[in-house]
């Protein structure tokens, strides 16, 4: 987490790189899972065992054989509601409020409301029988997918990232007379991106515990591309001096020492 420790990385060290950037994305992706398991997936455990006994989505149509508006289920996090004509004023506090209308999704946040229309030639069932067997079977599965793809793509952009960073690394390099090879300012510029990036997942713990809010999660997301910017700038400071450097405090200009007399 020093600029010493992440300049450290442009040296080849058997893997050590890939194995702190498996460690960072396990707990980037571990923080996601574990707050889609605490924010969001009881809601919407709930929101199915709310379900009629009988509804689908039929020709980019709700069929809704209960009442509206209602509310299936809300939180701080999520609240999903029914409203076949858009007339009701539920579950408008939560961060994410998913809206089943007639002829499409309204989903609201803290930017505003987003209509989504029904896919076309598309057929959804949402009474509660075969709702909750679906959703039993693959609610495990979900969250280990999340995690997965959270995951690999980290590893990816990291990776793709650092390539673009590479040459700005190098540049600092040279003009700070620090030596790097190319090999090495990519590496040097993926793991300037894990500091950043391991403040992203302390974030998600702390929004899943209400300790930040929505816009402060929002904040800390543009915040690690900051830290990233601010290590790969500063971390080739403190590669070691390019080879053929004037040693400190001696003239340049001056004749080499003459060897000692035999």
Known sequence: MTFGGVAAFAQPARGRLLKIQFTVALFVAGSLVWLLAHAWFPQIDQAVAAFPTRGA?????????????VSLAEGPFLSLTVDLEGVGNLGRSADL?????RTG?????LFGYWRVPYPPGRSMVLNRT???????????????????????????SWWLLAIGYAFGVRLIAFYADRHVSTLGSVRLAAAALLPGSALMGLAL???GNQRLSLLGLLLAWLIQWVVGWVYAFLAPLWLPRGSGLPAPGRNPF?????????
Not at 58 to 69: A, I, Y
Not at 97 to 101: F, I, M, P
Not at 254 to 262: G, K, Q, T, V
Request: charged share 15%.
């Open 130 to 156: 075969e709702a909750n067997a679906w959703w039993g079977a693959w609610r495990t599965f979900l969250l280990i997918g999340a995690g997965a793809l959270v995951g690999t793509s980290l590893l990816a």
């Open 105 to 109: 999704l309204r989903l609201g946040s």
């Open 254 to 262: 001056s004749p080499p020492p003459s060897a000692p007399p035999r």
């Open 205 to 207: 713990l702390l929004y």
């Open 57 to 69: 989505i039929r020709n980019r149509t709700l069929e809704w054989d209960g009442t509206s508006p």
């Open 97 to 101: 409020h998913v809206e089943l209308g």
